[in-house]
Nanobody
Framework: QVQLVESGGGLVQPGGSLRLSCLVSGGIIRIYAMGWYRQAPGKQREMVAT???????NYIDSVKGRFTISRDNAKNTVNLQMNSLKPEDTAVYYCHAGIYGRDSWGKGTLVTVVS
């Protein structure tokens, strides 16, 4: 399994932006399907955005048009650009890597959107 370390979380006002990054070590990122998930207090973890090895992306409906997932295979990173943030985006965001049914998770980074 690879090791994932998220960064970029923080406190932001509604309408603001944050960029999350996930650094992957112990493996070659280009062979992994990557994704960002989030878990808000009292709620189940949910998929936010995923990107395949070929670059195909998928988003949960509530973030479409606001969030963009990207991967930089040369730097072994996957990023999540989050714009027009809303209070309901507040959650711990987790990076995920998957291959052949094997999953790796980061420890998460907290995003708080509050006036």
């Amino acid at each position: 399994q690879v090791q994932l370390v998220e960064s970029g979380g923080g406190l932001v006002q509604p309408g603001g932006s944050l960029r999350l990054s996930c650094l992957v070590s112990g493996g070659i990122i280009r062979i992994y399907a990557m994704g960002w998930y989030r878990q808000a207090p009292g709620k189940q973890r949910e998929m936010v955005a995923t990107i395949t090895t070929g670059g195909t992306t998928n988003y949960i409906d509530s973030v479409k048009g606001r969030f963009t997932i990207s991967r930089d295979n040369a730097k072994n990173t996957v990023n999540l650009q989050m714009n027009s943030l809303k209070p309901e985006d507040t959650a711990v965001y987790y990076c995920h890597a998957g291959i052949y049914g094997r999953d790796s998770w980061g420890k998460g980074t907290l995003v708080t959107v509050v006036s």
